[in-house]
Structures are given as C-alpha cells and as structure tokens.
C-alpha cells in the first residue's frame, strides 16, 4: 500500500522545483559582469538573462532592454529558452498529472491499479522536467565558464555565474527528487505480491487424506 505520506512531500518538492523553475527562466540575472583581475571599475554591474540584459548602477538605477532578434542571439540562450520553457511546460502537465493519481484526492478512487499509474506518469513528467532545466542550466554555465578562463576575453567582457543559474539548479533538483519519490511510491506497492486465499478442507483441488 502506497504511503499518501510520501506522495505528498513528492508532490510538496516538485511544486517548489515547479515555482523555481518559473522564477528562473524570468530572471535576468543568469550571468553577471566580473571584478576578477584588474577590472575595477565597479560603477555599474551588467547582467544578462534569457530574455533581456540589464545595467544596475551603483546608485541604484536599474536599465533594463529587451532583446530586439531571436536569430542574433548565441546558440546557448537560444537552447535554454526552448528547454527552460519546455521544462516549466512539462511541470505544469505533472501537477495536473499526478494530482489524480495522489491517494489523498478522490479521482479514479475505484480504480486503484489506474490511478497508480497516473501518479506515476506523473512522477515520470516531474524528472523529464527537472532534466531539461538542468541541461539549460548547465550549458548555460558552461559557456559562461569556458569563456572566463579564455585567454582571448577581454577582462571587462567576462562573466561569472548569476543567481538565476543557481535557482535554476535548485528547482531542477527538486522537481527530479519529487519525481523520484512519486515514481518509487508507486513502484513499490506494484511489485506487491497477492496471494489467493486459502481453501477450505474439502472444496476441490485439496488434498484428500
């Protein structure tokens, strides 16, 4: 028998990896300028996001742009938009998904064998989601990492990791582990043996003495 218990923390984690995720692909703060080196010029902070680029100056004043063209833009952020969206899709789909399939909601309650599977496809959806949020994220990364350590970038043109990257990270991780934790639920009460009852002496198919 499944523990509603353990489905729900599930559930609980993959929803928070569901609101991460959405934060995540918002921020703009994805990769941020770097004071590594002789860069000292601290005026102002430029950071740059899946969807727009932003100047914070050290008063305070924040100068957003949206990007004008989608074909101008690097292969990576390209790729982290269609996966990250992907990613947040996909969640919307499993919380719908596995909702049905809990112990703890009425739907498909006749059906136990039915409503097993459903909260397992939805467990399936969570770690489908949770993956493509971690390749965006970490190709993402990657690139910011290959390009810092390029002796052929400037100083005043290298990026460190920013906090979207980490949030991204974060929310992939637990959309993964709930997903994990509703796929394992149900699992375990599948791979339940049932036994016929026994029969009473004399019925046939016993042994006769």
């Given at each position: 028998m499944a523990n509603a218990g353990l489905q729900l923390l599930g559930y609980t984690l993959a929803f928070l990896g569901f609101i991460g995720l959405i934060a995540s692909t918002a921020m703009a703060e994805?990769?941020?300028?770097?004071?590594?080196?002789?860069?000292?010029?601290?005026?102002?902070?430029?950071?740059?996001g899946l969807w727009q680029s932003c100047v914070a100056q050290s008063t305070g004043q924040l100068q957003?742009?949206?990007y004008d063209s989608l074909l101008q833009l690097p292969g990576e952020v390209q790729g982290a938009r269609g996966l990250m969206i992907t990613a947040v899709f996909l969640c919307g789909v499993a919380l719908m998904v596995a909702a049905v399939g809990m112990k703890c909601t009425t739907?498909?309650?006749?059906?136990?064998?039915?409503?097993?599977?459903?909260?397992l496809a939805g467990g399936i959806l969570f770690i489908i989601a949770g993956v493509c949020a971690l390749a965006a994220t970490s190709w993402y990364g990657e690139n910011i990492r290959q390009k810092f350590?390029?002796?052929?970038?400037?100083?005043?043109?290298?990026?460190?990791?920013?906090?979207?990257?980490?949030?991204?990270?974060?929310?992939?991780?637990?959309?993964?582990?709930?997903?994990?934790?509703?796929?394992?639920?149900?699992?375990?009460?599948?791979?339940?043996?049932?036994?016929?009852?026994p029969r009473a002496a004399g019925q046939p198919g016993t042994d006769r003495v």
């Open positions: 994805w990769k941020m300028s770097s004071y590594a080196g002789d860069n000292i010029i601290t005026a102002q902070a430029m950071y740059e957003c742009k949206i739907c498909l309650a006749d059906d136990k064998e039915q409503k097993n599977k459903v909260a350590f390029d002796p052929f970038t400037a100083t005043n043109a290298r990026y460190e990791f920013g906090k979207a990257l980490y949030v991204g990270w974060g929310a992939s991780a637990l959309a993964v582990i709930g997903g994990s934790m509703l796929c394992c639920n149900c699992g375990s009460e599948a791979t339940g043996k049932s036994y016929p009852p």
